[in-house]
């Protein structure tokens, strides 16, 4: 029972190109989350799903686009990345709302 | 909206010492409230949470937090603080506007000294 995994864990872009993070999860949860974290900001809501196939948007939702085609996987990809979007990026899951959310490790995007 | 609000950014304490963490939250029904903690490097960890019942809330690692509501206050306590307790402490507050996602406080860094 592998939790919540993210992949890649660290990755460096140049502005303007794009690229996709994976979070799965092997719990069978229902909810699912995108945050970002910065300096000073706690973490803030991206994009999060309460069912497969179903999305929406968060706090911060501008720049990214999700996915979730399988129960087990949400995608979070930045089309055109900015140096803005240089954070840490967690993923997590929930079985239901009165249920804690699990978090995955984090992936450390860098945007030069 | 549910929103919660750490007021201290940071914190030293001596190891041995008694630790409170303060967060205040806002919501005008009763919130479900949680506190994780990040050590340097790592994910988030689940320290505790408060859904209701009993305002007193014991979660691992020897922390409490006491939800009180005339104060709009769920506050973390530690009565002896260890040196590995160094780390990035967050209170949260449940949104059930946004699929109950978490809305996070700024965080309260702690320093643990000899």
């Known amino acids: 029972n592998a939790g919540v995994t993210q992949t890649p864990k660290f990755r460096v872009l140049k502005t303007g190109q794009s690229m996709t993070l994976l979070c799965a999860q092997d719990?069978?949860?229902?909810?699912m989350y995108w945050y970002r974290q910065d300096p000073g900001m706690g973490l803030r809501l991206i994009h999060y799903s309460v069912g497969e196939g179903t999305t929406a948007k968060g706090e911060v939702p501008d720049g990214y686009n999700v996915s979730r085609l399988k129960k087990q996987n949400f995608l979070l990809g930045l089309e055109s990345a900015a140096p803005s979007q240089t954070s840490v990026y967690f993923c997590?899951?929930?079985?239901?709302?009165?249920?804690?959310?699990?978090f995955g490790p984090g992936t450390r995007l860098t945007v030069t | 909206a549910q929103s919660v609000t750490q007021p201290d950014i940071h914190i030293t304490v001596s190891e041995g010492a008694s630790l409170e963490l303060r967060c205040n939250y806002s919501?005008?029904?009763?919130?479900?409230l949680f506190w994780y903690v990040q050590s340097p490097g790592q994910g988030l960890q689940l320290l505790l949470k408060y859904f209701s019942g009993d305002t007193l809330v014991q979660g691992i690692k020897g922390f409490e937090a006491e939800f009180k509501r005339s104060q709009s206050s769920f506050n973390l306590r530690k009565p002896s603080v260890h040196w590995s307790d160094a780390a990035e402490y967050f209170c949260a507050v449940q949104n059930s506007n946004s699929g109950y996602a978490l809305n996070f406080g700024k965080g309260t860094s702690l320093l643990v000294t000899p």
């Open positions: 919501y005008g029904a009763t919130p479900y």
């Open positions: 997590a899951s929930s079985r239901d709302f009165i249920y804690e959310q699990y």
């Open positions: 719990m069978n949860h229902e909810y």
